[in-house]
């Protein structure tokens, strides 16, 4: 197991599947699906919508901070899985272009902003997410709105979210991470140079 310092761009996309694999079943805390469904389930969906490549593997690693122990340097003070967010894009952000690493850092507060910003969007969450968000700091302020619209990858911050709260269905089959390891590939080739 290569540890994440050593990554290269030959080996980036080996470690990813090395964690769906190994760790992907691992239950998604109140959810009817495992870890590695809830994200194949996202990245599925947004195969099937046609969107971008980088917003279907965005959608397909948004999770990948809950495995912080993977990710040595963050283990020591994560509680749970507080900032797996922000352990994620570490991990991704010297591969991938920030769009990804934008929409994997942020997943958590678009919730906050959506549900500060679309009273119907509240309404859909799932159980499991109303509690995480009351720990997340509930929906955001005025203000937490105004600076978060700045981000220009916006769109597709809310887009990776609203992927997320779709891949929590019960049964619904995917394709594997096999399928799309040759799409992660070429989204970090291109954002490197190649
Ligand atoms: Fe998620």
């Given at each position: 197991m290569t540890a994440p310092e050593d990554l290269t761009r030959e080996t980036i996309v080996a470690f990813l599947k090395d964690i769906f694999e190994r760790r992907g079943?691992?239950?998604y805390l109140g959810e009817p699906v495992t870890m590695a469904e809830h994200m194949l389930q996202g990245a599925t969906l947004a195969e099937e919508a046609g969107l971008p490549e980088e917003v279907i593997v965005a959608t397909l690693l948004h999770d990948i901070g809950h495995f912080t122990s993977?990710?040595?340097?963050?283990s020591m003070q994560d509680t749970e899985?507080?900032?797996?967010?922000?352990a994620g894009a570490?991990?991704?952000?010297?591969?991938?272009?920030?769009?990804?690493?934008?929409?994997?850092?942020?997943?958590?507060?678009?919730k906050r902003y959506l549900c500060a910003?679309?009273?119907e969007y509240y309404a859909r969450l799932s159980d499991a997410s109303v509690h995480s968000l009351n720990l997340q700091g509930g929906p955001m302020s005025k203000d937490e709105v105004t600076?978060?619209?700045l981000n220009p990858n916006l769109a597709e911050i809310v887009q990776v979210r609203y992927l997320d709260?779709?891949?929590?269905?019960?049964?619904?089959t995917t394709l594997g991470f096999a399928h799309f390891a040759p799409m992660v590939q070429r989204v970090v080739?291109?954002?490197l140079g190649r």
């Open positions: 079943g691992e239950e993977e990710f040595g340097t963050f899985d507080k900032f797996h967010e922000e570490r991990v991704l952000e010297r591969f991938f272009p920030a769009i990804v690493t934008d929409c994997v850092r942020h997943h958590v507060a678009a910003t679309k009273p600076a978060f619209e709260d779709a891949g929590k269905q019960d049964g619904k080739d291109r954002h």
